[in-house]
């Protein structure tokens, strides 16, 4: 695999996520939750019957159950709405937050978990327009050993309630916005460093902040990307990219997965960004498999003779301390770096909790303890992934099910298991089947892959050899399913 500036993959990789912005309000056009939705007069495809409003907060759609037919990238029809439709289980109302203290002082600095042996980079989104006020709704640091070849991901929630310096207690996704416009030194950048180091102890030595067209261009010059959908996402999408948002007759419910989906860059911004139907911390998980999947294409392509057009192409959209000389100067760190080598952590419930401020907001309070815990895993060298990245598995479909291997085998990269993809003998296994290779078939090492594969019956076959390639071959069986969550594998 060819080696390539790790820098410059997480600069472009954070297109992806820096593009995913909130979700525009629009104008209130009626009290009901939803309203009768007629074709686009260009519409190809048929839209649902009808939709949620725009307006609606994103908490009473979050419970909604996704639909129960086979997914498929196609619009989701839904039957003609009728008197006999109930509200309360179509838009559940939401669990009020539990009662929690607030922090009733400034709280202490959080002491530096990073050291100079990492580059830490913060990629930014927003939802900045010309001539009108923005946040940044989209966080996500990027830790990187360059001698190591690790990396650890950390999606930061934009409601997650902190100590801002010079402002006070405030969410975080305010802090880019108070220090552009207060004259901070730094500016929006310097002061979201400063939070950011104060609160969760991260030295950030680079930003990014990227806009939507941004985003798409960078996916379409590199001619989509292949993302490997676990679980089926349903949520509402523009029924062309070109059509006003703010018309609620323009919009549909759209399904993604399971399996591998090509998307391009309108696509694929829909898919890191919704979360009309889910939450932000969900939203979180799919950036992260968006900048995954970006960075595996990047792999896989030749990007540094793009590298020069791509950073003229996107100057225009990009923020960042970053210019092309130190894109370039950079490329001597370039290890032979997969997807197995990062690890994806996620400032989400348990490490954090809702609660409503006195002026009404919700919001998330840290937990103190257990984010500390979890900060600190995120910014230390990670002794299994060494020991997983000797370790290589082949992962074959035993199936007649499509993409049953690329998603296996993205589970396992997620656990740091180096993997490759290659055909299997048959299509009919019932039960999936784990060949050890190895000299010392230890049980524990072949638990760990049946585990991260949550398979509960899997036949183990011992065949030691040593002129393996591999050192353990999953064969995929009915009893596969693809669906998982990514935080709760061990790294």
């Known amino acids: 695999m060819k080696p390539i500036s790790l820098c410059c993959v997480f600069v472009l990789s ?44 994103a908490s009473s759609t979050e419970n909604l159950s996704l639909p129960t037919e ?10 003609e709405a009728t008197a006999t439709i109930d509200l309360a289980t179509m838009f559940p109302t939401e669990a009020a937050p539990p009662v929690i203290n607030p922090p009733t002082t400034e709280p202490s600095p959080l002491p530096p978990l990073t050291d100079q042996d990492t580059i830490n980079f913060l990629l930014i989104g927003s939802d900045k327009r010309p001539g009108s006020s923005y946040r940044t709704d989209t966080l996500v640091i990027a830790i990187y050993w360059p001698k190591n070849g690790q990396v650890s991901l950390i999606s930061i929630p934009r409601d997650l309630w902190i100590y801002i310096p010079t402002v006070g207690m405030q969410r975080i996704n305010t802090a880019y916005q108070s220090g552009e416009l207060n004259g901070y030194v730094g500016g929006g950048p310097g002061l979201l460093k400063d939070t950011i180091a104060y609160n969760l102890g991260i030295r950030i030595d680079h930003t990014a902040m990227v806009d939507f067209d941004g985003f798409r261009r960078i996916v379409d010059t590199l001619g989509g990307i ?44 829909w898919y890191a960004r919704s979360r009309m139907k889910s939450s932000d911390f969900d939203r ?42 130190d894109l370039l100067r950079m490329a001597p760190y370039a290890p032979k770096l997969t997807n197995a080598d990062i690890r994806g952590y996620y400032i989400r419930p348990p490490y954090v909790s809702s609660w409503i401020t ?50 296996a085998a993205s589970r396992l990269n997620y656990a740091g298991y180096e993997t490759t993809i290659s055909a299997a003998d048959r299509r009919d296994y019932s039960n999936s089947v784990l060949v050890d290779f190895t000299a010392g078939q230890d049980p524990s090492q072949q638990q760990a892959i049946i585990s991260a594969l949550n398979l509960t019956s899997a036949n183990i076959i ?29 790294h």
């Open 14 to 57: 954070g297109i992806v996520l820096s593009a995913c912005g909130a979700t525009p309000a629009a104008t209130v056009v009626q009290a009901l939750p939803f309203v009768l939705v007629t074709v686009a007069p260009n519409a190809s495809p048929t839209p649902t019957a009808f939709q949620p409003s725009l307006n609606t907060p």
């Open 70 to 79: 086979t997914p498929s990238p196609t619009p989701t029809i839904h039957p």
């Open 226 to 269: 292949d993302l490997p959908v676990s679980c089926a996402y349903t949520d509402w999408r523009l029924i062309d990219p070109s059509y006003d948002p703010y018309n609620e007759n323009n919009w549909w419910l759209y399904t993604v997965g399971p399996g591998q989906v090509h998307m391009d860059g309108d696509l694929a911004l």
């Open 284 to 325: 979180g998980r799919r950036q992260q498999e968006v900048l995954r999947a970006i960075f595996n294409k990047a792999l896989q392509s030749d990007t540094f003779s793009k590298i020069p057009d791509l950073y003229n192409d996107l100057s225009s959209t990009v923020v960042t301390d970053l210019g092309l000389g």
């Open 358 to 407: 006195p002026g009404g907001a919700s919001v998330q309070l840290p937990n103190d303890a257990m984010l500390k815990d979890l900060l600190m895993e995120a910014t230390t060298l990670s002794p299994r992934a060494a020991e997983r990245e000797t370790i290589k598995v082949e992962v074959q479909n035993g199936t007649t099910l499509d993409s049953y291997d690329t998603l």
């Open 462 to 490: 011992s065949l030691p050899d040593a002129n393996s390639p591999v050192k353990y071959r999953v064969i995929l069986g009915y009893d596969y399913a693809p669906c998982f969550q990514p935080q709760d594998l061990s």
